[in-house]
């Protein structure tokens, strides 16, 4: 894998051909700086000066056509420094390198314009900005046990920071209870998370699934890959008041939330097998979250929204183990998971006020 270093000359490398191509058209170095797209890309201040940027001078006048191909040029490349600078929509790097025809990664795991739901992209881009304050001295996720309601709240609950609780699911039932049988036996065959006609929503990811009925109609071999299928992973909204019922019976209240919050009546389980899982994205809810890993192990990457780039570290990556809990303000933060292991993964979790 090319790394980064290399990668950034042969971007830079590439976007100076861009460059020698529009001055090659004839604009002086004043008039190149003069571009607003080129302005855009200067610090207040600067100018691109004379002996920096070598080029031939044209005494003939200067047409429309070749004003407006430049600009477009000009534009392009200033598309390539969003990306470059803020990551939108895929990570710079990446999607630089797809550009540019260099094979270091998998377009089909970044969170790109295509195959996405267009409420949800347009809820991304017109989100309000966050204070970089959530993540601006994360360089990992800190892992607490013990912990006092007061002492949560005060450092995690609603600032954003990411934390992992690793005592809070010692007495619970669902450890040795949940299984992919046990979620497909405590649903009636009316019940309104197997359809996709119910409010009930259905997180298929990449998957061919078009609701929670299908996912169970598969055979156990299918579900844990035994007979040799592709890996898979869903999530869905638990909508079913017996079935919620019947779930709470097996977990309790985290004992670190605290002492007025109140969790979501709506309990979300994410399921899946080894080798895949969620890709980049930020939520679209109302509170903070925490997910409890009760099966399997997941690997979590957080990296920070595009507005705090220049103050952040770029990515955080952090592993959640069989009773752990990870708390997350997943409104705020841009998150992805992939299984790890050889085991299956079942989570669930809920928001809290």
């Known amino acids: 894998m090319m790394s980064s270093g290399d990668l950034a000359s042969e ?35 600067n100018r691109v000066e004379t002996e920096e940027i070598s080029c ?27 990306v470059i600078v803020f990551q939108w929509p895929v990570g710079r790097a990446d999607l630089l390198a797809y550009w540019f025809g260099i094979p270091v990664f998998a377009l089909e795991r970044q969170r790109c314009l295509m195959g996405v739901d267009s409420a949800a992209l347009i809820l991304d881009l017109f989100r309000p900005p966050v204070d970089c304050s959530i ?6 996720v800190d892992r607490v046990s013990n912990i006092s309601s007061g002492t ?36 009636t065959d009316d019940s309104p998370v197997l359809t996709s006609e119910s409010n009930c929503q259905f997180f298929p990811y990449k998957t061919d699934f078009k609701n929670l009925s299908e996912v169970f109609q598969m055979s156990d071999d299918r579900a844990r890959m035994s007979d040799g299928s592709e890996p898979w992973y869903i999530g869905w909204s638990n909508c079913d008041s017996i079935a919620a019922n019947i779930l709470r019976s097996y977990y309790k209240r985290p004992y670190f939330l605290p002492d007025l919050a109140e969790s979501s009546k709506t309990d979300w389980i994410f399921m899946g097998s080894p080798g895949y899982g969620a890709q980049m994205h930020v939520d679209n809810v109302v509170n903070p979250s925490w997910q409890a890993q009760v099966i399997g192990t997941k690997l979590w990457v957080l990296e920070p929204p595009p507005e705090c780039y220049f103050e952040c570290q770029a990515q955080v990556k952090v592993h959640v183990r069989p009773g752990e809990i990870i708390v997350l303000d997943t409104n705020k933060w841009y998150h992805s998971t992939y299984i790890t292991g050889s085991e299956m993964s079942i989570t669930i979790g809920s928001e809290f006020d």
């Open 135 to 140: 993540c601006r001295d994360v360089t990992a």
């Open 56 to 82: 031939r001078r044209d005494s003939a006048p200067h047409s429309r056509r070749r004003r407006r191909l430049v600009s477009g040029l000009l534009v392009a490349a200033t598309v390539s420094a969003l």
């Open 152 to 187: 949560f709240e005060t450092r995690y609950a609603y600032s954003a920071r990411p934390v992992i609780v690793t005592d809070a699911m010692d007495d619970w039932a669902a450890l040795k209870a949940f299984s992919f049988e046990f979620f497909r036996r405590i649903y």
């Open 11 to 45: 971007v830079e490398a590439r976007f100076a051909r861009i460059r020698d191509l529009v001055l090659a058209l004839g604009l002086t170095a004043d008039e190149l700086a003069s571009v607003d797209a080129v302005r855009t890309l200067l610090p207040t201040g």
